[in-house]
């Protein structure tokens, strides 16, 4: 099965602040790999697919990079409905994988 | 608009038998693979399953390999696991998702339903 490794696993920042998460795939997924927001209590929601491709009505401040093994989600200004927890997960092949989780706590 | 609705959790002692039910809405459900996703409370997630629009293909994780069986009823909008051979590590919220059109990414959930393994 493709690891997915996510850095950091918890960080706090500050409304306003430009944040960015990483995701590495133990081996090549090209750019077969999407990211999800989880709040507390309640399902995760996709924000990007493909890497950099954004979900109809996620907002723009989110985007997506990477391809291969490396790729990064990026907060441009981050808002108070953006503390969540992150996930990145590849669909390169199956079993599908997830990385393990990034919270963005307010600092 | 998409709507996925689990349904079928609760308590059952080890070893015995639940079947989850993923009823959808919203969408050409005969289209589009349906998956499982479960998540034990405060951890991250854990893809479980998919079946392909029309039945015919299905994948496993490793750890339901064997217990766990995903079918759907086109004619019901609705995906079922039959989870069978229950333990207390398959304690978790499972979610069902619906798979994008050409890559199998989520992009619905339902709002996830929880099974506690337990005696």
């Known amino acids: 099965a493709i690891r997915m490794t996510q850095s950091p696993s918890s960080f706090s920042a500050s409304i306003g602040d430009r944040v960015t998460i990483t995701c590495r795939a133990s081996?090549?997924?090209?750019?077969?790999l999407a990211w999800y927001q989880q709040k507390p209590g309640k399902a995760p929601e996709l924000l990007i697919y493909a890497a950099s491709t954004l979900q109809s009505g996620v907002p723009s401040r989110f985007s997506g990079s990477g391809s291969g093994t490396d790729f990064t989600l990026t907060i441009g200004c981050l808002q108070s409905e953006d503390f969540a927890t992150y996930y990145c997960q590849q669909f390169h092949s199956y079993p599908l994988t997830f990385g393990q989780g990034t919270t963005v706590e307010i600092k | 608009q998409v709507r996925l609705v689990e349904s079928g959790g609760g308590v059952v002692q080890p070893g015995r038998s639940l079947r989850l039910s993923c009823a959808a809405s919203?969408?050409?459900?005969?289209?589009?693979?349906i998956h499982w996703v479960r998540q034990v409370p405060g951890k991250g997630l854990d893809w479980v399953s998919v079946?392909?629009?029309?039945?015919?293909?299905?994948e496993y994780a490793d750890s339901v390999k064997g217990r766990f069986t995903i079918s759907r009823d086109n004619s019901k909008n609705t995906v079922y696991m039959q989870m069978n051979s229950l333990r207390a590590d398959d304690t978790a919220v499972y979610y069902c998702?619906?798979?994008?059109?050409?890559?199998?990414?989520?992009?619905?959930w339902g709002q996830g339903i929880l099974v506690t393994v337990s005696s």
């Open positions: 079946i392909s629009y029309d039945g015919s293909n299905k």
């Open positions: 081996q090549d997924i090209n750019t077969y």
């Open positions: 998702a619906k798979s994008a059109l050409e890559w199998p990414y989520l992009d619905y």
């Open positions: 919203g969408f050409i459900f005969n289209t589009y693979g």
